[in-house]
Nanobody, 115 residues
Framework: QVRLVESGGGLVQPGGSLRLSCAAS????????MGWYRQVPGKQRELVAS???????MYADSVKGRFTISRDNAKNTVYLQMNSLKPEDTAVYYC?????????WGQGTQVTVSS
């Protein structure tokens, strides 16, 4: 079973940037489309960005133009570069296969955007 470990979150001011990383154990990771999801208390987890094995990407309208997803299959890692952060981006961010979740969820990484 693939184990996912997210990192890179933190507290940032509006307009700031963060880069999230998701390290996956096992090389099977590289055959899947991968995505970044986020969740705030009381709301469903939502997919905000995804990338396939030809590096085609898709983004939710709320993050388009500000977030960039990428992957390094040699390192079994998926990244999310987040720029121009807004308070509404505050959430716990997770990675998993997309669009269908296939792995156990990791612990996530908290992103807080606040002045």
């Amino acid at each position: 079973q693939v184990r996912l470990v997210e990192s890179g979150g933190g507290l940032v001011q509006p307009g700031g940037s963060l880069r999230l990383s998701c390290a996956a154990s096992g090389s099977i990771f590289r055959i899947y489309d991968m995505g970044w999801y986020r969740q705030v208390p009381g709301k469903q987890r939502e997919l905000v960005a995804s990338i396939d094995n030809t590096e085609n990407t898709m983004y939710a309208d709320s993050v388009k133009g500000r977030f960039t997803i990428s992957r390094d299959n040699a390192k079994n890692t998926v990244y999310l570069q987040m720029n121009s952060l807004k308070p509404e981006d505050t959430a716990v961010y997770y990675c998993n296969a997309s669009p269908f979740v296939r792995f156990n969820w990791g612990q996530g990484t908290q992103v807080t955007v606040s002045s």
